[in-house]
């Protein structure tokens, strides 16, 4: 079965950090790009962060350049956004997608409390 699984959101304050991570099964992660995308209440999906399926090229957000980071973890088929110097307009559903693939986690909460 073909799933990304998406993990480590949670509360935390203003100026904090999180892991996130993107779990892949029945497929390998590195044959996809893949993204990373946010939707706030009452707001549209948003893309956050990509990072790109051989050459590792990554992309941020204007919103979160400086902050967030993406990598990949190819022994544990995952890929790990890092979050820091979290606001809350970071407050969001993120999901992560296997790019072109019609492949969406269920997505992790995360809140940023001022």
């Known amino acids: 079965e073909v799933q990304l699984v998406e993990s480590g959101g949670g509360l935390v304050q203003v100026g904090g950090s999180l892991r996130l991570s993107c779990a892949a099964s029945?497929?390998?992660?590195?044959?996809?790009?893949i993204g990373w995308f946010r939707e706030a209440p009452g707001k549209e999906r948003e893309v956050v962060s990509c990072i790109s399926s051989r050459d590792g090229h990554t992309y941020l957000a204007n919103s979160v350049k400086g902050r967030f980071t993406i990598s990949r973890d190819n022994a544990k088929n995952a890929v790990l956004p890092q979050m820091t110097s979290l606001q809350p307009d970071d407050t969001a559903v993120y999901y992560c997608n296997a790019l072109g693939s019609g492949y969406w986690g269920q997505g992790t909460q995360v809140t940023v409390s001022s």
């Open positions: 029945g497929f390998s992660c590195e044959d996809y790009g």
